[in-house]
């Protein structure tokens, strides 16, 4: 039988929400990396940008505006993905540090309505 409490911190860093513990320093240091990792994104958008070339560097051969044209598109493509890769993780950052948020509200909620609170897993709330 597992007994664990509901509604009271482990830690600052920590909270018990049902039978299972939040790890709410750990949510955080997600979506500082999240953050970073989405600016790296941005920055290779920024490179891939400024490395672009221009439609005078295929040439004048026959079929050089066609080869320019998909290059293009591919350039275009790629931009936009390393975008939505990068809004992606800064989304995904912040939900993730919301549902923290969230649980150590449902904690705070319920030690202050109802004080300790202890659960077993077997037999629910009791």
Not at 13 to 37: I, K, Q
Not at 58 to 83: A, H, N, T
């Amino acid at each position: 039988m597992v007994r664990q409490e509901i509604g009271t911190r482990a830690s600052d860093e920590c909270v018990v929400s049902g039978v299972f513990e939040v790890d709410l320093s750990a949510l955080a240091e997600f979506h500082r990396v999240s953050g970073r990792h989405a600016a790296i994104l941005d920055q290779a958008g920024q490179t891939l940008g400024n490395a672009e070339v221009g439609r005078e560097s295929f040439g004048i051969m026959p079929g050089s505006s066609s080869i320019f044209g998909d290059y293009e598109q591919r350039v275009q493509s790629g931009l936009d993905s390393l975008k939505d890769c990068a809004e992606a993780l800064r989304v995904l950052g912040a939900l993730v540090s919301q549902c923290g948020d969230e649980y150590r509200g449902i904690d705070t909620t319920l030690q202050r309505e109802f004080g300790q609170i202890e659960s077993d897993p077997e037999r629910g709330f009791g």
